[in-house]
């Protein structure tokens, strides 16, 4: 099953934290994924934030070096009068290669709270690893995305390889085919990416 969300970010996508039926849908136990041209990181901070308002503990393994401190803080002072409260239950992790995110992945304890991966395929889009290596990574990766998911929502977050390692199009295609939702986010057909604000600053 595929959705689009139009328009995409990588900004701040503005309906997201009011969104009950899509944050009702990210608490099912299922592997989701959300994909397009750019990381859609920002999409998935709030969507975590978000959840971790609402009360949930959520886990974050970051495979990009994309978590951003700041705007998690800021988004959880307009949720909240109390964001330390929403804050303490983040709970991130980083990982600075495939194997380390790999790692990530295969330790994590199975748990009905969710589990956001943010740029799941950067570092398997690295050419220093043979395509043959991040393939055999991936396919044990992805068995232990789904069975964290059989108990819990696993949300990941992807972008698609730049033009200089296409033939890694595969990886992306192969964690496609393994979610169980996924949604394709891009921007309006014909339109520049926008990049509103998620709340005003009146």
């Known amino acids: ?7 995409i970010l990588p900004a701040d996508l503005r309906p997201l934290p009011n969104d009950a039926a899509l944050l009702d849908e990210l608490r099912q136990p299922r592997l989701a994924l959300f994909w397009g041209t750019d990381t859609p990181t920002r999409t998935l901070l709030a969507m975590l934030t978000a959840l971790a308002a609402r009360g949930s503990s959520v886990r974050v393994f970051d495979g990009g070096n994309r978590f951003d401190g700041y705007f998690v803080a800021r988004l959880s002072r307009r949720l909240s009068t109390h964001p330390r409260t929403i804050l303490g239950r983040i709970h991130l992790s980083r990982a600075f ?6 790692e990530l992945i295969e330790n994590a304890p199975v748990e009905p709270e969710p589990l956001f991966v ?3 395929l950067t570092t398997f889009y690295d050419e220093s690893v043979p395509l043959r290596d991040t393939e055999r990574l991936l396919a044990t990766t992805i068995t232990h995305l789904k069975r964290l998911a059989s108990v ?8 698609e390889p730049r033009a200089l390692v296409q033939e890694r199009w595969k990886l992306l295609d192969r964690l496609q085919v393994a979610a169980d939702a996924a949604w394709l986010l891009r921007p309006p ?6 990049q509103p604000r998620l709340f005003s600053d009146t």
């Open 152 to 159: 819990g929502p696993v949300i990941v977050g992807a972008r």
């Open 1 to 7: 099953m595929q959705h689009e969300l139009v328009p």
């Open 189 to 194: 057909q014909g339109g520049d990416v926008e």
């Open 97 to 102: 290669t495939c194997f380390q995110l790999a």
């Open 118 to 120: 943010l740029d799941m």
